[in-house]
């Protein structure tokens, strides 16, 4: 779909009709008409068939909900996310970071994905349950991973038939997933027990204690459904998401000296011996702008739709109501307009005037932005800073890798590495 998505618009321009199966869908590859969609005209879309696929997965929740139930769930959570609560969070980024390099040997052979997918799996589960909860933080894990790779399947099956699709939806009761209903029950099978135990302790500075102590204008509290909803997104949205972009991070780290004695020399100047910390952020700046690029190429979410619920008007054009609008961070970020050279891995773009807003959006935007963006872009660059202080990955392999057809742009094999003792 994607290769579809970016050739099209290479060749018909910045918005391109097409039809399958009898649907219309709109592709949209132009700043100005993207921040239409997301932004200026944001209350003229709902969300398309793939919230509706999530909802099977995390129920009704920040991340599936419209306005105005999205706007009241985001303004309570919005906290959890500050600036000062972040910095509770960036302790355990290092940490954790620390504590799985480690486990390497100098000299030893390590999967960079499965690396990266352990560490961001403890801190997640270290952010929104505490410390002690690896064994159930590692079952969502497995369902998430086992979703991903079938939504990607399904995925262009579903938008085709997405007027099919959403009528089973909109009369069949929420309880009833049509696609996702064994996984769903998997992860409520997890997640109960935990917000069960915690409801009989008091305290604590995860996200978990905080939904369960946060109250409404009326004073209404998030029932236990609410809280698992919420829990099984954060583990969605900044799980394998971050693991994505940190393994192609050392992957184009590991393809070019440059990049890495430039990582180097930043991180032997602004840390020197010691390990990171949430003020050092704003210091590394070449560290960040290698997740910038590696968030550019491969953007945790790579299309996504918005379905106009009346007719709109983008870029002249009269899209009309129930039609498939689509954006893709993916094929924006490679678009030669915005970025000269758009396939290479080059950090220094981000040194240099920042592109339009809506040319580079790997968070998406508007009232739906991903509400997680500061607690991903912090843990991108504490644990590249953590890691590339103390080790040199090579890669043992250095053909080129492509990313998988999934619905994460994971690498269609796995990347392995010799770490190296800096």
């Known amino acids: 779909m994607l290769a579809f998505f970016a050739d099209a618009s290479r060749k018909y321009g910045p918005i391109v009709s097409f039809r399958v199966l009898g649907q219309r869908i709109v592709l949209v590859d132009d700043a100005d008409m993207i921040a239409d969609v997301l932004q200026n005209q944001q209350q ?11 909802r099977e997965i995390v ?58 997918t352990r560490l961001t799996l403890a801190v997640v589960g270290r ?51 049509v696609i996702f209903g064994r996984e769903r029950a998997e992860l409520e099978a997890i997640v109960d027990p935990i917000v069960a135990r915690r409801r009989l302790q008091a305290g604590g500075d995860d996200l978990l204690a905080m939904l369960l102590e946060v109250r409404d204008e009326d004073g209404r509290s998030l029932t236990d459904a ?23 991070a050392w992957y184009a780290i590991g393809r070019n000296p440059r990049i890495e004695a430039r990582l180097h020399e930043e991180l032997d100047l602004v840390l020197g011996e010691r390990l990171p910390a949430m003020d050092d952020v704003p210091k590394l700046r070449y560290t960040a702008a290698i997740f910038n690029e590696a968030l550019r190429l491969f953007p945790p979410a790579a299309a996504f739709g918005r379905r106009p619920i009346t007719d709109v008007h ?18 924006t970020h490679r678009n030669p307009r915005y970025f000269p050279d758009p396939d290479a891995f080059v950090p220094e773009r981000w040194e240099s005037e920042a592109p339009p807003k809506f040319a580079y959006f ?61």
């Open 314 to 331: 983008i870029g002249g054009y009269r899209i009309p109501r129930g039609a498939s609008v689509f954006v893709s961070p993916f094929v």
């Open 226 to 248: 609410d809280i698992r909803n919420e829990l099984i997104t954060f583990v969605l949205a900044g799980h394998e998401t971050t693991s994505s972009a940190l393994t192609w």
């Open 127 to 177: 952010s929104l349950f505490g410390t002690d909860v690896g064994e159930e933080a590692g079952g969502i894990a497995r369902v998430i991973a086992s979703i991903g790779s079938r939504g990607g399947r399904l995925q262009p099956l579903v938008a085709a038939l997405a007027p099919l699709f959403l009528a089973m939806r909109q009369f069949l009761p929420q309880r009833v997933r």
């Open 44 to 54: 003229r879309f709902s969300r398309d068939t793939g919230a509706a696929l999530l």
């Open 362 to 422: 790997p968070f998406g935007g508007g009232a739906k932005m991903c509400i997680g963006e500061p607690f991903a872009r912090a843990e991108g660059v504490l644990v590249l800073a953590t890691i590339a202080r103390s080790w040199r990955l090579r890669l043992r392999d250095a053909a080129d890798v492509e990313p998988a057809p999934s619905a994460l742009l994971r690498p269609s094999r796995p990347i392995r590495a010799t770490t190296e003792r800096r």
């Open 59 to 116: 129920g009704d929740g920040v991340l599936t909900t419209e306005d105005p139930a999205h706007l009241v769930r985001r303004r309570l959570l919005q906290p959890a996310f500050h600036r000062a609560r972040i910095a509770t969070y960036t302790e355990g980024m290092v940490e954790e970071a620390q504590r799985a390099s480690e486990r390497w040997n100098d000299g030893g052979t390590i999967d960079v994905g499965a690396e990266m």
